[in-house]
């Protein structure tokens, strides 16, 4: 009875190329994608997938190729599609111009990922099961191919979070290609090229190309590819493939296999380094384990995505460069205003009932407790829709959107009660004298001071949400604008208090 599993001989002539090319706009990824699929061709024909408006077709005096242009939605099912028909037509090399929009368009991965999520209640980790089945078909229609591969992708800024001095910054270091982390591994040659349109190779299987730096790279590139896959001798293709899977599954990686069909959840999750800098500003800013996984919405930062996990190491690094400032600013207003009742703001988190997060200011004359209002700011006893006596800020309705002002104490004295009136918190925007206020600005520093201060809300986070608990427009701390925390402080103070 014949084995069903049966080695052949490997045949030098079935390894194809897998070049990719990564750059910012203006770097020549086209050009240079159109001189290395022509020099691959080898007088065979070049089919080109555009996806960038038909850049490629700016060239078809120079170089003669077909082209399709895909229109969103960039789903990955249609590049695969077009991987295919360009196979059964029998062209020689195809070239995707460009990857990235599988990836970050719309209609790509994670446009699918944000659709599923939104299905699935904002689950985005279970969105994931969708979306890794459709990257994984992708980057295998690529491996697979019997026609040489080029792809270009699109780069983006690259970050590094570090600790310097006791305080911790963002740095750029450098750019990234627009698609998922990893893609490297799927390429024989992956390439960067700058606006100078040098080519620095950071990853090849060719020993004379590793490392190399080729200033305007020509047809002689792609000749000399053809001559490495000609004599690059592939012992078997069982260890071919092993060797593959096994670099594909370095320590570090979050990457599955191209032929992984599994189902199982992959999302694109934080990396180590991003846990260990969220693990550090948490505890540099006193947080429990149980509060910073609260503050972050998950169980574990492991949870994360690496967007997230971005977002959250942007907002608590401002917060903890901004600590001991806004900490000496809040003391310096209650210091200033020994009198000010007790107040206490209500943080929502979501799904769950409000917290409360009191910030106390004692006063030695009154020892009753200020009562909570529905909307979280600290009423006084005896305040209420009747009978309370006006302050300076004048009497204003409760209502769902609007915090109803805060009466002055009542102290007794002699048998007879006094008004005092309530201190106000003067607030200035951040803007050096002079200039204009910008509602659309992200806030400064001292923005964010007056509204600590005036609100009692323990960080950044918090302040985020009372704002959406207040108006109903969900937003995070690192969404808000200048513009929205003056309204915040209006709102609390009823004009007593603004930035501008």
Request: glycine share 8%; with cysteine.
């Given at each position: 009875?014949?084995s069903?599993?049966?080695?052949?001989?490997?045949?030098?002539?079935?390894?194809?190329?897998?070049i990719a090319?990564?750059?910012?706009?203006?770097?020549?990824?086209?050009?240079?994608?159109?001189?290395?699929?022509?020099?691959?061709?080898?007088?065979?024909?070049?089919a080109?997938?555009?996806?960038?408006?038909?850049?490629?077709?700016?060239?078809?005096d120079?170089?003669?190729?077909?082209t399709?242009?895909?229109?969103?939605?960039?789903?990955p099912?249609?590049?695969?599609?077009?991987?295919?028909?360009?196979?059964?037509?029998g062209?020689?090399?195809?070239?995707?111009?460009?990857?990235?929009?599988?990836?970050?368009?719309?209609?790509?991965?994670l446009?699918?990922v944000?659709?599923?999520?939104?299905?699935?209640?904002?689950n985005?980790?279970a969105?994931?099961?969708?979306?890794?089945?459709?990257?994984?078909?992708?980057?295998?229609?690529?491996?697979?191919?019997?026609?040489?591969?080029?792809?270009?992708m699109?780069?983006?800024?690259?970050?590094?979070?570090?600790?310097?001095?006791?305080?911790?910054?963002v740095?750029?270091?450098?750019?990234?290609?627009?698609?998922?982390?990893g893609?490297?591994?799927?390429?024989?040659?992956?390439?960067?090229?700058?606006?100078?349109?040098?080519?620095?190779?950071?990853?090849s299987?060719?020993?004379?190309?590793?490392?190399?730096?080729?200033?305007?790279?020509?047809?002689?590139?792609?000749a000399?590819?053809?001559?490495?896959?000609?004599?690059?001798?592939?012992?078997?293709?069982?260890?071919?493939?092993a060797?593959?899977?096994?670099?594909?599954r370095?320590?570090g990686?979050?990457?599955?296999?191209?032929?992984?069909?599994?189902?199982?959840?992959d999302?694109?999750?934080a990396?180590?380094?991003?846990?260990?800098?969220l693990?550090?500003?948490?505890?540099?800013?006193?947080?429990?384990?149980?509060?910073?996984?609260?503050?972050?919405?998950?169980?574990?930062?492991?949870?994360?995505?690496?967007?997230?996990?971005?977002?959250?190491?942007?907002?608590?690094?401002?917060?903890?460069?901004?600590?001991?400032?806004?900490?000496?600013?809040?003391?310096?207003?209650?210091?200033?205003?020994?009198?000010?009742?007790e107040?206490?703001?209500?943080?929502?988190?979501?799904?769950?009932?409000?917290?409360?997060?009191?910030?106390?200011?004692?006063?030695?004359?009154a020892?009753?407790?200020?009562?909570?209002?529905?909307?979280?700011?600290?009423?006084?006893?005896?305040?209420?829709?009747?009978?309370?006596e006006a302050?300076?800020v004048?009497?204003?309705?409760a209502?769902?959107?609007?915090?109803?002002?805060?009466?002055?104490?009542?102290?007794?004295?002699?048998?007879?009660?006094?008004?005092r009136?309530?201190?106000?918190?003067?607030?200035?925007?951040?803007?050096?004298?002079?200039?204009?206020?910008?509602?659309?600005?992200?806030?400064?520093?001292?923005?964010?001071?007056?509204?600590?201060?005036v609100?009692?809300?323990?960080?950044?986070?918090?302040?985020?949400?009372?704002?959406?608990?207040?108006?109903?427009?969900?937003?995070?701390?690192?969404?808000?604008?200048?513009?929205?925390l003056q309204?915040?402080m209006?709102?609390?103070?009823?004009?007593?208090?603004?930035?501008?």
């Amino acid at each position: 009875m014949p084995s069903e599993v049966a080695f052949h001989p490997a045949s030098r002539q079935s390894v194809k190329a897998r070049i990719a090319l990564a750059g910012p706009s203006g770097s020549g990824k086209t050009y240079t994608g159109l001189v290395l699929a022509s020099a691959l061709a080898a007088g065979g024909s070049v089919a080109v997938i555009d996806t960038e408006k038909g850049s490629a077709s700016l060239y078809a005096d120079e170089f003669k190729f077909d082209t399709l242009e895909l229109d969103p939605p960039f789903d990955p099912a249609r590049y695969v599609a077009a991987i295919h028909a360009a196979e059964q037509a029998g062209y020689a090399v195809i070239l995707i111009d460009s990857l990235s929009h599988a990836w970050s368009d719309e209609g790509g991965v994670l446009d699918i990922v944000d659709k599923e999520a939104e299905r699935s209640r904002g689950n985005k980790f279970a969105a994931w099961r969708k979306g890794t089945p459709a990257h994984n078909s992708l980057v295998g229609a690529i491996v697979r191919s019997s026609a040489h591969v080029v792809a270009t992708m699109r780069t983006k800024t690259a970050y590094a979070v570090e600790e310097s001095g006791g305080r911790t910054s963002v740095r750029k270091i450098g750019l990234e290609p627009i698609q998922r982390e990893g893609i490297d591994y799927e390429f024989t040659v992956f390439g960067e090229i700058n606006l100078s349109h040098t080519l620095v190779i950071t990853k090849s299987r060719f020993k004379d190309l590793q490392d190399a730096v080729i200033a305007k790279p020509g047809p002689e590139l792609g000749a000399g590819i053809l001559a490495e896959l000609g004599k690059e001798a592939v012992q078997d293709g069982a260890k071919a493939e092993a060797v593959h899977v096994a670099e594909r599954r370095q320590p570090g990686s979050t990457e599955r296999a191209a032929d992984d069909s599994s189902d199982l959840p992959d999302p694109d999750v934080a990396t180590p380094d991003q846990i260990k800098a969220l693990q550090t500003l948490a505890s540099k800013l006193g947080w429990s384990q149980e509060e910073r996984h609260e503050l972050a919405g998950v169980v574990s930062f492991k949870d994360l995505s690496k967007e997230r996990a971005g977002e959250l190491i942007e907002d608590w690094s401002d917060q903890a460069n901004n600590r001991s400032r806004g900490s000496s600013a809040d003391r310096a207003v209650k210091a200033s205003h020994p009198d000010s009742p007790e107040q206490s703001v209500s943080v929502a988190t979501e799904g769950s009932l409000p917290t409360e997060q009191t910030a106390r200011t004692e006063h030695p004359e009154a020892s009753a407790p200020a009562a909570t209002s529905s909307v979280g700011v600290g009423v006084p006893p005896g305040a209420g829709p009747s009978g309370a006596e006006a302050t300076d800020v004048g009497d204003a309705p409760a209502s769902d959107h609007e915090i109803p002002p805060e009466p002055a104490p009542t102290i007794p004295s002699g048998g007879e009660e006094t008004v005092r009136p309530a201190p106000a918190v003067e607030a200035t925007h951040g803007s050096p004298p002079g200039t204009s206020f910008d509602p659309e600005a992200k806030p400064t520093d001292e923005h964010w001071k007056r509204v600590l201060a005036v609100t009692h809300c323990p960080n950044h986070m918090a302040v985020g949400k009372l704002f959406s608990a207040t108006f109903g427009e969900k937003r995070s701390a690192s969404q808000l604008r200048a513009g929205d925390l003056q309204r915040l402080m209006d709102h609390v103070l009823h004009g007593q208090g603004v930035l501008a």
